[in-house]
């Protein structure tokens, strides 16, 4: 049976997808996912998944049902699990729910799964229909969908920067050029990346913890935070590595001397530095979905150059600091290879403007 996706089920499917977005920060590295279980309008459970471990959104709408499952429709975000990871498969749970019907926004990325979910409910005689707000349920999932498919995270560079394109004092060294509503908002997308980069430079000259200190609920999780140090020549005492959890990628040559207690990655070079690209295979391995950059104007630039940079977030502060300070991006004029940025989001944060581009498609 191939029943249309009618606009009821779209109603429901909204509302997934809003369930969804509540683990937004905190079901890394597991994709977001909400569930809605009704039958026609009535609504007999709903649940979302929380973190990587526990329940997945299925199983808690299931729950919250009970036996008025039984021949309902299941309303998913995304395609249910067929594989066992850290918990049983959700098409299983949903075959012996004994339901009558699935309707999932977009097939699930992960090649453990990748249309095997699907499959077994068909198998299971339980009607299935897929393709309601895909463009929705991928941004959901930007990073998710990027490591599985693009194999390398989703990447985001975050800059602040004044009217004339400058980002730092001459020479570098701390300076707020964005006001306080847009570091609340800074707060937001570290919350939900699973890594946040920086380079050397950064850590001498500014001395950043980059975590999240954005209270939302009991599930708070920090983001793993990585720092490109190819000579290893940052001070042990900097506060990003207070914690003994930051991951430090590093030259073969370089010496261990203070920094043989934390973790060091070995990384090849590169013309440019550490190989960038090496960079992303091995957070790929770690299971980063989103990557937010967070450096200085030649790190940033060798990102941006590889075209590792998926989206520029931009804060632009109503204040001149001068053709001596340091620019946006170190980049040599008309360097080959540069791909553009295409305007997609402006907001203002007190007295800052937020601009998001994305990569431009060739």
Request: glycine share 8%.
């Amino acid at each position: 049976m191939n029943e249309a996706i009618t606009p009821q089920d779209r109603s429901h499917l909204a509302r997934a997808l809003d369930l969804a977005a509540r683990g937004l920060y905190t079901t890394d590295p597991n994709p977001r996912v909400g569930c809605v279980i009704a039958n026609g309008e009535q609504v007999l459970g709903e649940g979302w998944h929380v973190r990587a471990g526990e329940a997945h959104a299925e199983v808690m709408a299931l729950r919250a049902a009970g036996s008025d499952a039984r021949n309902a429709t299941v309303y998913l975000s995304l395609e249910p699990c067929s594989h066992t990871g850290r918990t049983p498969p959700c098409a299983d749970a949903l075959i012996a729910a004994a339901v009558g019907r699935v309707v999932c926004c977009t097939r699930d990325p992960n090649p453990k799964v990748a249309g095997g979910g699907i499959g077994r409910l068909h198998r299971a005689g339980i009607a299935v229909q897929v393709g309601a707000f895909i463009d929705e349920a991928r941004r959901l999932n930007i990073g998710f969908f990027s490591r599985h498919e693009r194999g390398r995270p989703y990447v985001r560079l975050k800059i602040a920067m004044s009217l004339d394109g400058r980002t730092a004092p001459p020479g570098g060294g701390p300076l707020w050029i964005s006001g306080e509503a847009s570091r609340a908002d800074v707060q937001a997308w570290r919350a939900r990346s699973s890594a946040v980069l920086t380079g050397a430079g950064t850590v001498r000259s500014d001395d950043p913890q980059l975590n999240v200190r954005l209270n939302y609920g009991p599930w708070v999780r920090q983001p793993l935070r990585v720092v490109l140090d190819s000579m290893l020549t940052t001070p042990r005492s900097a506060k990003i590595f207070h914690n003994d959890e930051a991951l430090i990628f590093a030259a073969a040559e370089a010496p261990l001397g203070a920094f043989k207690d934390l973790k060091v990655e070995r990384i090849a070079r590169s013309a440019q530095g550490l190989d960038l690209d090496a960079v992303m295979q091995n957070l790929t391995a770690r299971e980063v979905n989103e990557l937010l950059i967070e450096c200085g104007p030649t790190l940033a630039a060798a990102f941006v150059a590889r075209q590792l940079v998926d989206e520029l977030v931009l804060y632009v502060a109503p204040k001149v600091l001068g053709d001596d300070a340091l620019p946006l991006l170190r980049i040599p004029f008309g360097s080959p290879g540069l791909a553009p940025f295409e305007f997609r989001d402006a907001q203002q944060f007190g007295d800052d403007m937020r601009l998001i581009l994305k990569l431009k498609q060739q």
